[in-house]
């Protein structure tokens, strides 16, 4: 789990969401979004954006529990 947020914290365009990694475990990785105002829509719904960002990130995080973080 600390490896993947290191992925995380090095990808310089992903910072702006604030995700973090909760859980993970081989071909699994759970994220937390950090809400921010500009990821919201009227009314403090989170984008659906941010959301699909999010599962997008999550999938490749769980594939490198497979196959490691070295690019």
């Known amino acids: 789990m600390h490896e993947l947020n290191e ?3 090095s990808a310089e365009f992903l910072r702006p ?3 973090t990694v909760t859980a993970s475990a081989p071909g699994e990785c759970t ?3 950090g809400v921010v105002p500009a990821m919201e829509r009227p009314g403090g719904i989170l984008s659906g954006m941010t959301m ?3 599962a997008d990130v999550a999938m490749r995080l769980a594939v490198m529990t497979l196959r490691g973080t070295s690019e």
């Open 31 to 33: 994220l937390r979004i």
């Open 7 to 9: 992925v995380l914290a």
């Open 52 to 54: 699909m960002g999010a």
């Open 17 to 19: 969401y604030g995700f």
